[in-house]
């Protein structure tokens, strides 16, 4: 079973940057080939994508892209997203989701709140 541990969440004050890891254990492996990502989940919304990566290959959510950078370590199995600027509307559960073999794997996640 992989297993996701999502770290770095907190508090951060509304134009402030934040920086999230998530790091992945356990099998089948996350290769460089599989899907990595950031989603994540406001009060009384659904889960939304915020970014994620194929091998070099990005993709983000519009209302991030030009603030989040997504990057991933493949030797320590991990994926950051650099959050800058961060936006009130920002705040929310972030979870990380790692795909292995077409199945999707997810964190815990990790709460962030974002203060004007």
């Known amino acids: 079973q992989v297993q996701l541990a999502e770290s770095g969440g907190g508090s951060v004050q509304a134009g402030g940057p934040l920086r999230l890891s998530c790091a992945a254990s356990g099998s089948p492996f996350i290769s460089s080939g599989d899907v990595m990502g950031w989603y994540r989940q406001a009060p009384g919304k659904q889960r939304e994508l915020v970014a994620n990566?194929?091998?070099?290959?990005?993709n983000y959510a519009d209302s991030v892209q030009g603030r989040f950078t997504i990057s991933r370590d493949n030797a320590k199995k991990a994926v950051y997203v650099q959050m800058n600027s961060v936006k009130p509307e920002d705040a929310g559960v972030y979870f990380c989701m790692g795909r292995v073999r077409g199945h999707d794997y997810w964190g815990q996640g990790t709460q962030v709140t974002v203060s004007s």
């Open positions: 990566m194929y091998v070099k290959t990005t």
